[in-house]
């Protein structure tokens, strides 16, 4: 039985923002949420996060994740203290306490895994995550004997010089037992340098304490500022392509695509540079998608193509070509062996299959059968100022260029719309319609108008 504390209760002034740190997103969610999928695995039967500076915004920020309790330390006096905080919410609890930090973000569920399986194998007290570092300077360092039992941490500005010279470092991420750890967290001084109670004075009272060493250094980088941000970025990156391209997706340019670690791809996908994939994306076989393109939280189907489009919130089904220039937005679905081309924009809008909308229209609120073609130029007048308006298209029907089809309207099938329409009233099907006024031509015009007094010509 695991409960699991995240500390977030720190200022962050490094960052230089109004945010509070554990709210900045790193590809596409904070860091405190990240902290928190990678414990979902582990199912802790409590999730407690331990909030201080900016509590409220914090706790605002993070109201729809179920299941987190929020306790408050309203002074920072260190990370000991911060523990000391959950004494009354856990009287008489007797299983482990598993501690995070709400800025390490890139932790491995597997890491966890391993450090709570080495902490029950052997009954520890304690058992806390270690690294050996090339440059240790900043973090407390794990003073143990050969069996890898921890006698002692020394926070780096209390180690003297050759205690600096270890370069066994402490992560900061501990399993404890619970009323072990309980007995001796009243008991902490704050007799050091920063005069804060320390959390990593606590190893000392408490028998066995066992040091895991880390595979990854990488896991433990704490974000402090936006540099750091942006390494953690780089490295998130890192492990996303690898992933994807061992798994038979093409990336041609990696370091110029983007891909968030929710994003699911298929193999056999090429993807072309500048392409950016977020949220929940999933793109399945035999797709090309970019080069120069932004899909977020979309499904596209089997071997579609699109070239320098935007889509979000939207579905493209198999065979179907967007673009070059092409926005889907608003839960728009595209069907199978659709053409959506050049500056084309769907809101909300759902076409049938083998439907073309190939060039300059905007479809807004609208459904259409299958093989429908959209002519060059038709806009939806979707929006009377107040309300948004439905349009449904039959199946076969064509619209002429620059038809505008005022909403609410229903095209029945096998319609055809004359050029240069502006469709008011429901057509009935196989019919076609023209609503424009009739050319009038005036034969001799110019010679009658040259008549008048003055000309403007020159
Ligand atoms: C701590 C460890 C150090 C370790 C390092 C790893 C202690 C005394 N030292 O040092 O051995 O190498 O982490 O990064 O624990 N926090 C609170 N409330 C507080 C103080 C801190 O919630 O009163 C939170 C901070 O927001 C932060 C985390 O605890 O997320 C770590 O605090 P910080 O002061 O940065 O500890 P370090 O000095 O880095
Ligand atoms: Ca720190």
Known sequence: MVIVAILAAGRGTRMKSNLPKVLHSLGGRSL??????????????QQMV????????????????????????????GTGHAI??????????TGDLLVLYGDVPLLRTETLKNLLQTHAQHQNAATILTA???NPKGYGRVFCNSDNIVQQIIEDRDCTPTQKQNNRINAGIYCFRW???????????????????YLTDAVSSLEPVMAVDLEDNQEILGINDRLQLATAYEILQKRVKEKWMTAGVTLIDPASITIDDTVEIAPDVIIEPQTHLRGNTVIQTGSRIGPGSLIENSQIGESVTLLYSVVINSIVQAGTSVGPYTHL???AEVGALCRVGNFVELKNTKLGDRTNVAHLSYLGDTTTGHK???????????????????????????????????????????VYVA??????????????????????????????STESPKSTES
Request: charged residues 20%.
């Open 179 to 197: 009323q072990d750890l309980a007995k001796v967290l009243p008991h902490l001084q704050a007799n050091n340098s920063q005069k804060e109670y």
């Open 32 to 45: 405190i949420e990240r902290v928190i999928d990678s414990i979902k695995p582990l199912s802790p039967t």
């Open 84 to 93: 000391q905080q959950l004494l009354p919410h856990l009287e008489g609890y």
């Open 132 to 134: 050996h570092l090339d």
């Open 372 to 414: 429908v073609n959209i002519g060059a130029g038709t806009i939806t007048a979707n929006y009377d100022g107040v309300k948004k308006h439905p349009t449904s298209i039959g199946a076969h029907t064509k619209t002429g260029a620059n038809s505008v089809l005022v909403a609410p309207l229903t095209l029945g099938n096998n």
């Open 50 to 77: 331990i909030v201080g500076y900016q509590a409220q915004e914090v706790k605002a920020a993070m109201h729809s994740i179920p299941d987190l309790e929020f306790v408050e330390q309203t002074v920072q006096l």
């Open 329 to 331: 937005r608003g839960q």
């Open 419 to 448: 050029a240069g329409s502006t469709v008011t009233e429901d057509v009935p099907d196989d019919c076609l319609v023209i609503a424009r006024a009739r050319q009038v031509v005036k034969p001799d015009w110019r010679n009658k």
